[in-house]
T-cell receptor, first 114, second 115 residues
C-alpha cells in the first residue's frame, strides 16, 4: 500500500529565509509525486509534480522539489520565503495510471515571521 | 474556463441524517475524484468517477455513494451520518484518468458538520 509521511507538522521561518519541507513516501513502483498548497478556506493548488526524468522539478511560485529514489523522499524547497507563502503544504503520491487516486500526507503548516 | 465548483460550502446535519454534496467539474474534464479531509489531516480518497462509472474506491463504507452525470458533474451522498463524518469534502476534476499526467483541479470544498 502506498503511504506518505510529512515529519514536520509545523514549521516557522523568517521572511526571506530559505525553506525545506520534508516528504517521505512508500510506493511499490515508480511513483507520481506531487506537492499541493492549501490556504485557509481554500481548496488545494498543485505546486509541482514529478513523473520521470530530471529529479529536480520546478513549480509555480518559485518552488522546487528533488526526487531521491534511494531515500524515498521528495522534499520541497524555496530559496527565499515570502509572507504570502504561509499556508498548509501537502505531499502526495499517485499511481502512474491514475493520479486521481492519490494518497496524501497529513500536511505541514508553514508560518512566516516578518 | 470555469473552475471546479462545489455546493453547498457549509452545512450542518445531525447524526443519522443524509447529505448530498455537489461538484461541477472544470470544463472539458470527464473525471471526478472525491476526498474527505478531516481537521488536521490530509485528504483521503473516497472514490472516483470516470465517464459516469465508479472507477475505484478508498477505504470508506457503502453509506458513502456517488453519481456522475452526463455533463460530468458529480454528487457525493452520505447516509446515516456519524459524528466522524464531520470534515471538508473536496472534489477534484481531471482530464481523463491520467489527468494530463497528474493535473488535478480542486474545488474549495464543502464543510460538513455533524452534531
Amino acid at each position: 500500500a502506498q503511504s506518505v509521511t510529512q515529519p514536520d507538522i509545523h514549521i516557522t521561518v523568517s521572511e526571506g529565509a530559505s525553506l525545506e519541507l520534508r516528504c517521505n513516501y512508500s510506493y511499490g513502483a515508480t511513483p507520481y509525486l506531487f506537492w499541493y498548497v492549501q490556504s485557509p478556506g481554500q481548496g488545494l493548488q498543485l505546486l509541482l509534480k514529478y513523473f520521470s526524468g530530471d529529479t529536480l522539478v520546478q513549480g509555480i511560485k518559485g518552488f522546487e522539489a528533488e526526487f531521491k529514489r534511494s531515500q524515498s523522499s521528495f522534499n520541497l524547497r524555496k530559496p527565499s520565503v515570502h509572507w504570502s507563502d504561509a499556508a498548509e503544504y501537502f505531499c502526495a503520491v499517485g499511481a502512474n495510471t491514475n493520479a486521481g487516486k492519490s494518497t496524501f500526507g497529513d500536511g505541514t503548516t508553514l508560518t512566516v515571521k516578518p | 474556463e470555469t473552475g471546479v465548483t462545489q455546493s453547498p460550502t457549509h452545512l450542518i446535519k445531525t447524526r443519522g441524517q443524509q447529505v448530498t454534496l455537489r461538484c461541477s467539474s472544470q470544463s472539458g474534464h470527464n473525471t471526478v475524484s472525491w476526498y474527505q479531509q478531516a481537521l488536521g489531516q490530509g485528504p483521503q480518497f473516497i472514490f472516483q468517477y470516470y465517464r459516469e462509472e465508479e472507477n475505484g474506491r478508498g477505504n470508506f463504507p457503502p453509506r458513502f455513494s456517488g453519481l456522475q452525470f452526463p455533463n460530468y458533474s458529480s454528487e457525493l451522498n452520505v447516509n446515516a451520518l456519524e459524528l466522524d463524518d464531520s470534515a471538508l469534502y473536496l472534489c477534484a476534476s481531471s482530464s481523463g484518468l491520467a489527468g494530463a499526467r497528474g493535473e488535478l483541479f480542486f474545488g474549495e470544498g464543502s464543510r460538513l458538520t455533524v452534531l
